[in-house]
Structure formats: structure tokens, C-alpha cells
């Protein structure tokens, strides 16, 4: 037998073991799960099979739309049933994997390019709360005090008594701040606290006003504290006098801050 004939000969055998491969029939369910049984049955090792099951896997998720997972009673289970059996008809072992592999590889890139924007979009939240706090530095913190004022009746209640000084540009119709009530000697504060506070009739550019507010007793503010304990006051956010934001200093959460650290890691 001369080299052509041989490699013809080779070629066929090729051939026919390619299409002696067992492939999966979706005509029916019946069909599907003994064409399955017999697939798996012709695949070489364990690790294989678990392979081939898991490409399957991927592939029926990749069959399920958002929108189908979103309203399950919506779901039509035989429906769903005939569009899976329909994808992985006459697919051999190979190609469902092969398949599993490029809708994973197009999964990965969705995600990755969704994380980048993600990633985008916190720096930007970050970036945007230290311009901010540069900015909310003009609204000035005259005075700050934290003490308990004696009723009449009843209980006493705690008051924050705070003068401050607007030296933006705008007026203020809301202010919002984090405060905290520390001893000298400790580390540890007493409180910290976010509260904010609804200007009547607002601040002007340039003006000073002094306040007497009094938070609820029983929250933070109501714990005791001791008589050498200070309170200062940090300006977080000013809405302007339409009631909108002018600027916020609050910047990323602790869980977006790990969420970013995480993104960043995984995908830069």
C-alpha cells in the first residue's frame, strides 16, 4: 500500500470514528436521557463525566433569560425543557464542552467589563467626596458643645449646642454632620454619631448661626458621659436651597470600599 492510499485510509478511519461518536438526541426526553446515559457512559474517566456535566450545566443556565429567572411563575418548565433538548441536539461530548467554554469565555468578559465600570464608577464616588470635603471646609464649625439640659419634669435631655458660620458661595437649607464626644485621656469615644439638621428659613453666604438641638434620648445621644468629654462636630453634606446636594463628603461605605479593593484585585 503506497502513502497516498495509507493516508486515505487513515483519513476515513478518522472520519468514521468522528461520526461513531455518540451524540445526544433532543427529539424527546425519552431520547435525551439515553443518549445522555450512553455519552457519559463512553467518556473515559470520572473527571471527564463531571466535566461533561458540568458544561451541560452551563449550558441550560446559559439557556435560562434573565427575565425567565426573574418571574418564575412565569417559567414554562416543558417549554424551557424542549429549547435545552433542541441546543444539545447532535452535539457530541467534545462539542458541549467546547460550547460550555465559549459561553463561559463570553460570561467572564461580561462580568469583567460590568467590574470595570463598577470600578469606574466608586473612584469616581471617592474622588468626587474629597473634592467635596475641600469644599464643605468654608462652613465653619464655631462652636461645639454636648451637654444635659434639666427639665421642669420628667427625664433631662441631651442638647447639641453648635454655632456655625456658612462661608460658601450658596445658601444652605439643610446641613448634616457626624458628631463625636471624646475624653482627652481615651481613645475610645463615648459617642459618634451622624445627625443633620433642617435650617428654618436657611443660611446666607456669610452668616453665623447658633443652635440648640436636641436628639432623641434614647439612641446614641442619650448614653452618660463624663464631664470632661468633648464634642466635635465634622461637616459631612450641605443641601443647597432647592433641597438638592452641593456637596457630600460621606464618600465610600466600608462595604464599597472592600468591594472595590476586591474588584480591583480580581480584574486590574
Not at 441550560?60 to 425543557?81: C, E, M
Not at 461530548?93 to 467589563?113: D, F
Not at 475641600?134 to 419634669?153: S, T, V
Not at 432623641?216 to 470632661?228: H, I, V
Amino acid at each position: 500500500m503506497n502513502k497516498r492510499m495509507l493516508a486515505v485510509v487513515s483519513l476515513s478511519l478518522f472520519i468514521y470514528g468522528c461520526d461513531g461518536e455518540p451524540k445526544l438526541d433532543g427529539s424527546s426526553d425519552d431520547t435525551m436521557k439515553d443518549s445522555m446515559t450512553k455519552m457519559l457512559d463512553s467518556v473515559g474517566t470520572e473527571s471527564d463525566r463531571d466535566q461533561l456535566k458540568q458544561s451541560i450545566k452551563v449550558i441550560w443556565t446559559d439557556n435560562l433569560d434573565i427575565q425567565s429567572l426573574g418571574d418564575l411563575a412565569k417559567l414554562d418548565p416543558q417549554q424551557k425543557a424542549s429549547e435545552m433538548r433542541s441546543e444539545l441536539n447532535g452535539l457530541t461530548a467534545e462539542q458541549i464542552n467546547q460550547k460550555a467554554a465559549v459561553i463561559l469565555a463570553e460570561r467572564q468578559e461580561k462580568e469583567k467589563t460590568q467590574a470595570l465600570r463598577d470600578i469606574a464608577g466608586l473612584q469616581a464616588k471617592a474622588e468626587k467626596a474629597s473634592s467635596d470635603a475641600e469644599k464643605l471646609k468654608a462652613f465653619k464649625i464655631d462652636d461645639a458643645k454636648f451637654y444635659w439640659q434639666d427639665r421642669e419634669y420628667g427625664m433631662g435631655e441631651p442638647v447639641i449646642d453648635i454655632t456655625v458660620t456658612n462661608g460658601t458661595d450658596s445658601a444652605v437649607s439643610r446641613a448634616y454632620f457626624e458628631g463625636t464626644v471624646a475624653s482627652p485621656d481615651r481613645s475610645v469615644p463615648w459617642i459618634q454619631e451622624a445627625f443633620n439638621y433642617e435650617i428654618s428659613g436657611g443660611i446666607e453666604p456669610g452668616e453665623t448661626l447658633h443652635w440648640k438641638l436636641a436628639p432623641n434620648r434614647f439612641g446614641a445621644w442619650g448614653k452618660d458621659t463624663p464631664d470632661d468629654a468633648i464634642l466635635t462636630v465634622k461637616v459631612l453634606r450641605l443641601d443647597g436651597p432647592d433641597g438638592k446636594e452641593l456637596w457630600d463628603a460621606e464618600g465610600l461605605s466600608d462595604r464599597e470600599k472592600e468591594r472595590l479593593e476586591t474588584l480591583k484585585a480580581k480584574y486590574q
